[in-house]
């Protein structure tokens, strides 16, 4: 091998790499795998909560079992929300994403509702498993509101380098699969987390819309 026909040809390679990494040319991926791995994140949150509700059904039923109608509409609500979801193949999918949401709206506002149950029950606000269960909500709620954050900063950002110079040169020539992400709705229903309150003291309010 001739090494001095091959080290120029070397070196402009390494040039042109250096230049179109200068270009921003990987951009678009980078923020792709971005919005999936804020995404993750975002499915992590609302599995923790789905994962807690069958043992606060069981611990209000406990104490409230004629509270029926209540606790039947929260299990009916995590199934259906188990059935409803999203990965990194549908973010680009708006009606997706919207069914998704409106799955996961729907058990907030019924899990309120149970949680609200409680002051009529005062064995039941007193029960300590019953207040590590409204703690652990609590804080779950708090993990899914950053996480929705967190991916609606990340869909930003990537979206933005979709159609500004230069990252639309490369999405209309190297990245044309690339399509823009879906955003979550900061709508009131789905930004309010059940009040959580505890013996003695005043609920906290819910957390703002991102």
């Given at each position: 091998m ?32 971005a919005?999936?791995a804020?995404?993750a ?6 599995q923790?909560?789905?994962?807690l ?30 059935h ?20 996961q ?11 609200a ?12 498993n019953?207040?590590?269960?409204q703690?652990?909500l609590?804080?779950t ?9 967190d991916?609606?900063?990340?869909v ?8 500004t ?20 709705a ?20 819910a957390p703002a819309?991102?």
């Open positions: 001739n090494i001095s026909k091959v080290l120029p040809k070397l070196l402009a390679a390494m040039g042109l790499s250096l230049l179109l990494a200068g270009c921003g040319v990987n951009a678009i991926p980078a923020k792709d795998q919005v999936k804020a995404l994140n975002v499915q992590a949150a609302y923790r909560r789905l994962d509700i069958p043992n606060l059904v069981a611990t209000v039923q406990g104490y409230a079992a004629q509270e029926k109608g209540v606790l039947t509409a929260v299990t009916e609500a995590r199934a259906q929300a188990t409803v979801s999203i990965d990194a193949s549908t973010i680009t999918d708006p009606a997706a994403m919207e069914k998704f949401q409106q799955a709206n729907q058990l907030g506002g019924v899990l309120g509702r149970l949680m149950i409680s002051e009529n029950y005062p064995d039941l606000k007193s029960n300590q019953f207040l590590a269960l703690s652990q609590e804080g709620e708090n993990r899914i509101e950053i996480a929705r954050r991916y609606n900063s990340a930003q950002d990537y979206n933005t380098e979709l159609v110079i230069p990252g639309s040169l490369w999405a209309a020539t190297i990245y044309k699969s690339y399509k823009q992400a879906t955003p979550f900061a709508t009131a229903a789905a930004q309010s987390a059940p009040v959580v309150s505890f013996p003695g003291s005043t609920p906290a309010p819309s991102p």
